[in-house]
């Protein structure tokens, strides 16, 4: 399957594995079988490495045992005295994953037009090739708690 990275047999987390899988090849990308999967969207991102355009797998975390998408909360303070502003999203930038702990920290991504909501998302994925924005605003999330992981095509933000 293209890019595979080595195993091992106290590996127990599918969803830690993809996102350790994703994070590499970001890296790779920011530093030098199915036609959509996580898999898939690794080897778009990876694919020439130096002339692929994207930098990021936007992705989209489901808990265990709801099989509801995951709702990341952060918040974010402009300046010393500025009241805080509370963000929510659905779509995640995978920043950084402890293969030891399976917790991942995690950049919450927003939608580009702030009226959208996920199921805008889902619906307007086909006709806008970039319809997230960095919010540089990141929470830590322990991967035991997700029983899957859907991967959006590669991006560049």
């Keep these: ?6 195993r091992h047999d106290h ?15 970001q890296n790779e990308v920011e530093d030098s079988g199915c036609d959509t999967s996580c898999n898939r969207a690794i080897q778009e991102l990876v694919h020439g490495t130096k002339s692929s355009p994207f930098n990021t797998i936007p992705v989209i975390l489901f808990c265990k045992g709801t ?44 939608f580009e037009d702030p009226k959208k909501d996920a199921e ?4 307007d994925l086909d006709k806008d090739p970039k319809p997230f924005e960095n919010t540089n605003v ?11 992981v859907t ?5 560049n933000l």
Excluded at 11 to 17: A, H, K, P, S
């Design 1 to 6: 399957m293209g890019h595979e990275p080595e």
């Design 11 to 25: 590996d127990r987390n599918c969803v830690c594995n993809v996102l350790l899988d994703i994070v590499e090849a």
């Design 67 to 110: 099989c509801s998408p995951f709702v990341g909360v952060g918040v974010k303070r402009s300046g010393l005295h500025e009241k805080v502003n509370v963000g929510v999203s659905v779509v995640f930038r995978v920043v950084d994953v402890d293969p030891k702990t399976c917790c991942a920290i995690l950049e919450l991504l927003q």
């Design 120 to 123: 805008d998302l889902l619906e």
């Design 138 to 148: 990141c929470i830590t999330a322990d991967l035991d708690n997700f029983s899957a």
């Design 151 to 155: 991967c959006l095509p590669p991006i």
